[in-house]
């Protein structure tokens, strides 16, 4: 059974009837900007708002975020929403409004300074400060506050996206336990040998054993976590359930849900004429027309590996001369979290590794590596997609990475390779892609090669089988299984004779 939109929004009314629809995330699904004097409306560049968006397009219902775009506030109403998507709107957006320095401590100090860190282990340390968590706590009484003032008493699913809300769980459970409360944790799960550095490392695992179903990408996220609630805390962790026991007759499940694309609606627009127009603009605009292309598209952080990446491609133009002068590698994409220093450290080593190459191997009529150092609008991104023949995700650590997907269900006409780090959540399901170790500059340098000179029917075979991976396994289904799953905790806990008491 394929799913789509319409059978995810008959499940989820078959499942909740008319219980209203929460989804509760930092990152907005639509910011508004002011550009050239005019307000803009624009998608941001995250796997979760990718992932999110069609789902709750679907299913309708009230997605509450940090509202971060500089306009923000002028298109909202007196309580801070706004119904969108713009031009065709399916759900309300809640926009939360943060200081200057609730940002600066929740989402830069402890978000992405502590648990970003923490959770990815590739050798950038977190760095602790009690402001910053004091900070993050703040924030997260404030996102419970804005949803329990919108539901007003109201039964509801309330699902939560991420990191940033690692105590909300809890805040909302303490003032209405009759809410069903699951969240999706989109990064990585450390081993508890990581996780226990942390200073607060039990207010966060209290918090988020208040979920009644907590979700990650995979099994082995799921066991890293079940493994650290068993080396914390005094509780019954039940392997064979996957789930943890609390006091009460509490049970909080704990399950891998591999997220993926809206494969019908992405390739579709991938065939549309207004990515074919940005294709042709992007190939006259960057002299691209007669050039082999290889791709990176990222967000820039230092978990994507790009540095690697770039060293791998340097390797293969001195080791196989004779992809010089016919292969560009387009790198592409914004940048990120730029308060934080170890992000101004990585955008200035990006920027000094292209220069070196590009002067090491260029020559007049022919730029190696080409920096599209920007924010690309979607039919943009799906016009890269199009153009490269080569697909290099080379994460350090990643809970699924989503480019791999979105770039598999944008080749129609599978004339693709993707080269992907097996330190991705996607490696586990992608066993047809060409598979590396972004810390392996050679070995990655020569499979950049062989996916060069792969041959036609090889190529389609691969592409073929991959395709048919994520189409089956498509966002609807991801969504459909959360909410299937997090229904039936309330079914079985009723079946049990638990009585909920927090
Ligand atoms: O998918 C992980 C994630 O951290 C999302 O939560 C987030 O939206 C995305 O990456 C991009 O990061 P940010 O929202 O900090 O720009």
Redesign the pocket.
Known sequence: MLWTDTLLQNTVREKFGSLRLVVV???EPYMHFYAGGQVVCER??????SGLDPVVRACGGLWVAHGSGTADRLVVDAQGRVPVPPENPRYTLKRVWLTKEEEAGYYYGFA?EVLWPLCHIVFTRPRFDLADWTAYTRVNEKFAQAILSELQGEPAVVWI??YHFALLPSLLKAARPDLLVAQFW??PWPNPEAFRTCPWKHEILWGLLANDLLGFHIRYHCDNFLATVDRELEIRVDRERSSVFHHHGIETLVRPFPISTDFAGLSLQAESAEVKDAARRLQATHKLQDRRICLGLD?LDYTKGIPERLRAVDRLFTKYPAHRQRVVFVQAGPE??VHIKRYKELSNEITSLVEEINWRHGSDDWTPILLLRQYLPLPQVLALYRLAEVCVVSALHD?MNLIAKEYLTAKNDGNGVLVLSRFTGAARELGQALQINPYDTETFADVLAAALEMGEEERANRMRALRDIVERNNIYRWAGKVLTTLAGTRVESRSRGMVPVR
Do not use: F, K, L, Y
Request: hydrophobic share 20%; glycine share 12%; net charge positive.
């Open positions: 995330s930092n990152r941001p560049a995250s796997g979760m708002v992405n996206q991420d989109h990064i967000r990120s979290r809970g």
